[in-house]
């Protein structure tokens, strides 16, 4: 599989409106509106830096994976987002690898792209995600 570059950082907020000033007012970044994907009780703002992004996820729900998150370990870095060439190829190689995975098919993510999982119990932790999407 190919590995384009880190594609954004997902962070966990209780509000975008307010942390998303920390990235605007003192970091200087723009915001990107905001996008809600009902399937994962989730709303996203994206902030973008270089080639890659800061990604702010705010729960819609209190029961979606991003309120547990804060529940569990608090506000903070949620997953490490990499650009993948391929998600298919790349999901058929973590399978024959036997890696554990959260989504074995791709599934519709922020902006259009193809995003999966890999489980963090088979990434030291770390919640990875892959995405692949149309170069702007
Ligand atoms: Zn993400």
């Known amino acids: 599989m190919k590995l384009l570059r880190i594609d954004h950082l997902g962070i966990a907020v209780n509000g975008i409106d307010e942390a998303g000033q920390f990235w605007t007012q003192v970091l200087g970044l723009p915001m990107e509106g ?4 009902t399937e994962q009780k989730t709303t996203t703002a ?24 804060i529940e569990n370990r608090g506000p903070g870095i ?3 987002a990499f650009a993948v060439e391929n998600i298919e190829e790349a999901l058929a190689e973590l399978k024959e690898k036997g890696v554990r995975l959260i989504d074995e098919k791709p ?5 259009g792209a193809k995003i999966a999982f890999i489980h963090p119990k088979a990434a030291g932790g770390v919640l990875v995600e892959l995405c692949q999407k149309d170069l702007k």
Not at 34 to 37: A, I, P, R
Not at 48 to 63: A, H, M, R
Not at 107 to 111: I, L, N, Q, V
Request: no cysteine.
């Open 46 to 69: 994206f902030f973008p830096v270089g080639e890659s992004e800061v990604e702010l996820l705010q729960s819609t729900q209190p029961d979606g994976p991003v309120a547990k998150f």
């Open 78 to 80: 949620q997953h490490v």
């Open 34 to 37: 905001t996008e809600t994907v």
């Open 107 to 111: 599934r519709a993510g922020a902006g």
